[in-house]
């Protein structure tokens, strides 16, 4: 194994316990997502993806300080469960399962942790429990959907279905997501299935739109990392009742 492997799930115990005992080890991304339905044209795996993808990048840009500790695939689905082959959580186990993740990588040693988010349907749960989290897992604890780091200037710079946040970026298998996959695993878009579609939007996908959205995301989620590493970006936990 390279010593500066970006996965968690690489490493053989004693390669992670050298790694972090040495103080290499200063940040952890860990993935979430979901596998459901985006469409005709896509492949449902590509929230997970994506969210890996950028995470990945990232880790690789920031090596060796940053690892990605995947655990969990599926996410909070339900308002997709009419397109049958979706996979669902509810959001109590959802959240339980990320709160275990999390605290598996604070006894690791981490105290810089970012949950990197690839789906919608995961940001208002998630959202909603944060302060709770920060109070038990009491380290610097972000909880980061990837296109928060864009702007409407990022939409009217690289889309031509419109730049209206937040609908639009990311939107749900339209033009962001459909160009990301273009960019980063084409394998995943059935073009000659867009005509088939009533929504005609993602046929103005292209890879060098996603490939252009990548860089700026990847850009801006490394200066995050980087400025959690430094104690610039501290996440402060909330009081407690008095
Ligand atoms: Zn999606």
Redesign the pocket.
């Known amino acids: 194994m390279a010593n500066d492997e970006v996965l968690l799930r690489k490493h053989t115990r004693r390669e992670f316990r050298e790694r972090m005992q040495a103080g290499e080890l200063k940040a952890c991304i860990i993935p979430i997502?979901?596998i459901?339905q985006?469409l005709e044209h896509?492949a449902m795996e590509?929230?997970w993806r994506?969210a890996r993808h950028v995470a990945e990048k990232v880790a690789e840009k920031l090596r060796p300080n940053v690892l990605v500790a995947e655990g969990i695939m599926a996410g909070i689905s339900e308002h997709h469960m009419t397109h049958i082959g979706t996979l669902t959580l509810s959001p109590g186990t959802f959240l339980n399962v990320v709160s275990d993740l999390i605290g598996s990588m604070v006894r690791a040693g981490f105290q810089n942790i970012v949950v990197l988010n690839?789906?919608?349907g995961n940001v208002v749960p998630c959202e909603a429990v944060w302060d709770q989290f920060l109070r038990l897992h009491q380290v610097n604890l972000h909880f980061l959907p990837y296109w928060n780091t864009l702007t409407e200037q990022d939409g009217k710079d690289l889309m031509d279905s419109g730049h209206k946040m937040p609908y639009i970026l990311?939107?749900?298998?339209q033009e962001f997501?459909t160009s990301f996959a273009l960019a980063a695993f084409p394998e995943n878009v059935r073009t000659e299935m867009w005509q088939d579609q009533v929504d005609q939007t993602p046929s103005l996908a292209t890879a060098a739109k996603g490939e252009a959205f990548i860089e700026r995301i990847v850009d801006r989620v490394s200066v995050y990392l980087q400025e959690m590493i430094d104690g610039k970006r501290v996440t402060e936990v909330p009081p407690y009742h008095p």
């Not at 990311?170 to 298998?173: R, V």
């Open positions: 997502a979901a459901e985006h896509m590509h929230d994506s690839g789906h919608g990311p939107g749900h298998a997501e």
